[in-house]
């Protein structure tokens, strides 16, 4: 559309007239550095007179503002578009304007950076300066503190320095009043006034005249120039601050080596000390005491240990008081005092109940506990110690102590005998006294315990009771019935009969014997039995004899330690406690202890090591003596390779069982057979016990107790024999039979026959040939023979040859005769006798 369009449109009936257009070139500048030159185009046209156009009008509000940023070349321009002329710029382009979008948008953008980093650098500058002003304040706050200590220490100077100038004025006051004081010191020199006889002026101070300084003099040695010095005129040369410190040093060194020699005191030596340790506790040079060794004919060094009696004799020489300690001092004051006769009270009695296999101990006491524990036991055999306590009707209570029976378990009824207070010895009514009878008997006798016999069995039909205490006789123990004071009871354990006389037998003894406990102090009791439980860990059976075990306490048991975890009574109840005569099992020790160790509270963990460590050295040093320990005969077999060993490794159920395992097979040893337990321990068979039976060439035995799955696959992969067992009879008879297997057999001979020689031939290619005739017995073909001259025998062999007729015979009878010639041996004379045996071999057995 064209401007006369839009003129003639705007003002319609209006003249036509003529217009003249006029171009010109406007360059414009955008932001970034951009121009562009812009063609604008100048209309003007022809009206009435001082009216202007209406296309000016018109198009004067389309044509767009001059740029802030153009050019003086558009300024021109911009002056012609006046009310005489209107200015009609072009349109921008699709491109242009997107163009001009894009830079407007790029704009906006450096804008928002540039704010960005304005606001920035303002928060940088911030921090600076909050940063530079707490450097400001800390700094003023130092130089405040600096400047307050150098005043204190000027005013401390000027009070030691009127200190000191107080002090130097009152000595020469005390010169002055003393006898001596007219006396001028040497190298001064005093010029005194004439001196005023009148007494108003008697004893004044007499003033000295400071000497002039010689030219030359050195005045840098005078020390600090004080005021008082400066004020009193005092010339006198002293030492430099610098000097007395040489002085004090040279002082401090002389002293240091040159010490006095330290006075008597006590010493306290172990069994072994080293020189230096021995020389510090003396407070003297290691090099003394090694002249005194030397002197006595010994040759050491600092670090040579010598015996405590070589230790003492040093140092008695020096003077000084020995005080000999040993190791074994750690286990002082283990145990407390003993208690006081106000603090016991009764407790209740431990009974052990002993007797020879299946008489019926463990029934008898599950007729009192009412309580099935024999079906429990394998083959109704009790194979470790058990540890009940039993309510009676009264309210009293009893703790029962299960022994075996077993000849192998004599270490286990040794121990309950020693913990005991009484013993009830089970003598079935119709055996009578058997072998562990009287070695119960025994252990009874010695742990000095009183015994109550119970004759059990009493119901059945051969039931002799009267014997079984005419052999009791045999054994020292008289029953009341004979006179003597032993109780006896005649009790049916599966009938119960007689048991309430049991119970009241019991109860008797126990007030006779007066037992009485302290349990307000720290628990000491006995390990009965120890274990490794698979999900509990190590657990140990323990009858507290004295005080009261806690949970929380820390406890010694042999060589291991720990702290109380849970403790559980008979019937599986966790309980916070236990006192005396209670039997308690005992979760948190460190390993399981060996049957019989003592268990003692101590104060803190660093005791508890102390004792254990020492404990488990002494035990260590013991089991090292006793394999190091042989015979010359034993190590001449050993170096023979005579004496042949079956290596074991043992893992059982309890300690008490493992322990009699090895007992029983120790003693079917011989001096030409043996066991060798590898290790020995409770808890299951692990992978650890495959490998050292299999490095060993041993097998492992396991009693109650089974192999876990990694130790199954090793034991097949490296062919290792695994045995379990849960009775002891089968133990003791397959390692039985498998050392008779290793017994080398005996070889016995066996006399065949003789023969004479009548001739000796002497064959080609053959060799000598006896003719012989059997004169006794048989000769057989590949028989032993020995050749005897004059009843000497001179060759031992075996028969080469053995014809008869020319033929091949197996054996010639005796008035036969027949041709022999010996394998390898040649020198055959007429006269000789040949005698023909055999070698037969006997398998032995244990």
Request: hydrophobic residues 35%; glycine residues 8%; contains cysteine.
């Amino acid at each position: 559309m064209t401007d006369t369009n839009e003129t003639s449109r705007a003002r319609p009936g209006k003249t036509l007239s003529l217009k003249k257009t006029e171009t010109s070139t406007v360059k414009q500048s955008f932001s970034h550095g951009r121009t562009k030159a812009v063609v604008v185009e100048k209309k003007r046209t022809l009206g009435p007179a001082g009216k202007p156009a209406a296309a000016e009008k018109t198009q004067a509000p389309r044509a767009p503002a001059p740029s802030a940023q153009s050019t003086p070349a558009s300024a021109p321009a911009a002056r012609d578009t006046g009310p005489r002329a209107g200015v009609v710029l072009r349109q921008l382009t699709d491109e242009e304007k997107v163009a001009r979008s894009r830079a407007l948008a790029d704009a906006r953008v450096a804008e928002g950076e540039a704010r960005r980093r304005a606001d920035e650098d303002a928060r940088h500058r911030a921090v600076e300066e909050d940063r530079l002003k707490r450097e400001r304040v800390a700094a003023e706050k130092r130089k405040a503190e600096e400047e307050a200590r150098k005043a204190a220490e000027e005013t401390a100077k000027r009070h030691a320095e009127e200190e000191a100038s107080r002090r130097l004025e009152k000595k020469e006051k005390e010169k002055e009043a003393s006898p001596t004081a007219a006396v001028p010191p040497r190298g001064r020199r005093v010029v005194a006034e004439e001196e005023d006889e009148s007494p108003a002026k008697k004893g004044a101070k007499t003033p000295v005249k400071a000497p002039a300084a010689r030219k030359g003099e050195d005045t840098r040695r005078r020390g600090r120039l004080t005021v008082t010095r400066a004020l009193s005129g005092d010339d006198e040369r002293t030492r430099s601050v610098a000097a007395f410190k040489r002085h004090l040093q040279r002082v401090n060194r002389g002293q240091q080596e040159a010490p006095a020699p330290a006075g008597p005191r006590e010493v306290t030596i172990p069994e072994t000390i080293t020189v230096a340790e021995l020389a510090n506790r003396m407070a003297r040079r290691s090099v003394d005491v090694i002249k005194v060794l030397m002197k006595n004919g010994m040759m050491a060094t600092v670090n040579d240990v010598i015996d405590a009696d070589t230790a003492e004799l040093v140092a008695t020489e020096y003077g000084h008081t020995v005080k000999r300690v040993a190791e074994s001092d750690v286990l002082e004051g283990l145990k407390g005092a003993d208690d006081q006769e106000t603090n016991l009270v009764s407790r209740p009695p431990v009974v052990t109940v002993m007797g020879h296999v299946d008489h019926g101990k463990t029934s008898l006491l599950d007729a009192l506990r009412k309580t099935d524990v024999a079906a429990g036991e394998a083959g109704g055999i009790t194979q470790h110690i058990g540890a009940y306590q039993v309510t009676m009707k009264t309210g009293q209570k009893i703790t029962f102590l299960d022994t075996p029976g077993h000849a192998a378990f004599t270490a286990m009824r040794a121990r309950g005998a020693k913990v005991t207070d009484l013993v009830v010895l089970v003598v079935a009514a119709d055996d009578g006294v058997m072998p562990q009878t009287a070695e119960a008997i025994a252990h009874a006798k010695a742990a000095h315990v009183p015994i109550i016999v119970a004759i059990n069995k009493i119901d059945k039909g051969d039931a002799n009771p009267q014997r079984v205490k005419s052999e009791l006789l045999q054994h020292e123990i008289q029953v009341e019935d004979m006179g003597g004071d032993t109780l006896a009871v005649e009790v049916s354990a599966t009938k119960g009969t007689n048991l309430d006389k049991l119970e009241e037998a019991i109860l008797l003894q126990a007030e006779v014997l007066d037992l009485k406990s302290n349990p307000d102090r720290n628990g000491e009791g006995a390990v009965i039995e120890a274990k490794l439980d698979r999900g509990r860990g190590p657990v140990a059976t323990v009858l507290v004899q004295r005080g009261t075990l806690k949970v929380g306490e820390i406890v010694v048991a042999g060589s291991e330690w720990g702290r109380v975890r849970l403790l559980q009574n008979d019937r599986g109840e966790t309980v916070p406690s236990a006192g005396p005569s209670t039997p308690v099992e005992v979760l948190g020790l460190s390993a399981p202890p060996e049957a019989g160790d003592e268990l003692v509270v101590v104060e803190s963990e660093a005791r508890a090591r102390e004792v254990t460590e020492y404990r488990a050295r002494k035990r260590r040093e013991s089991r090292q003596a006793t394999s190091s320990r042989q015979t010359l005969d034993q190590l001449l077999k050993t170096r023979d390779g005579e004496k042949r060993l079956l290596p074991l490794v043992i893992k059982a159920d309890v300690q008490g069982s493992s322990e009699a395992i090895q007992g029983a097979l120790h003693k079917l040893g011989t001096d030409e057979v043996g066991v060798q337990v590898l290790q020995a321990g409770v808890g299951a068979i692990t992978e650890s016990d495959v490998i050292l039976a299999h490095a060993s060439g041993g097998a492992i035995i396991g009693f109650n107790v089974r192999a876990n799955a990694q130790a199954r696959d090793r034991a097949k992969r490296d062919a290792v024999d695994i045995r379990y067992y849960n009775i002891i009879y089968n133990v003791v008879d397959d390692i039985k039979a498998a050392l008779s297997g290793l017994l080398a057999p005996t070889m016995r001979e066996k006399f065949l026959g003789n023969a004479e020689v009548l001739e000796v031939f002497a064959i080609s290619k053959v060799g000598k040939v006896a003719g012989c005739r059997v004169t006794e017995g048989v000769v057989r073909r590949g028989a032993k023979v020995r050749l005897i001259r004059d009843g000497v025998v001179i060759h031992e062999g075996e028969l080469s040859t053995l014809k008869r007729f020319k033929d091949e015979a197996r054996e010639v009878l005796s008035g036969q005769e027949c041709g022999m010639s010996f394998a390898n041996y040649q020198d055959l004379q007429k006269g000789d006798v040949i005698e023909c045996y055999e070698v037969e071999t006997i398998q032995r057995a244990l």
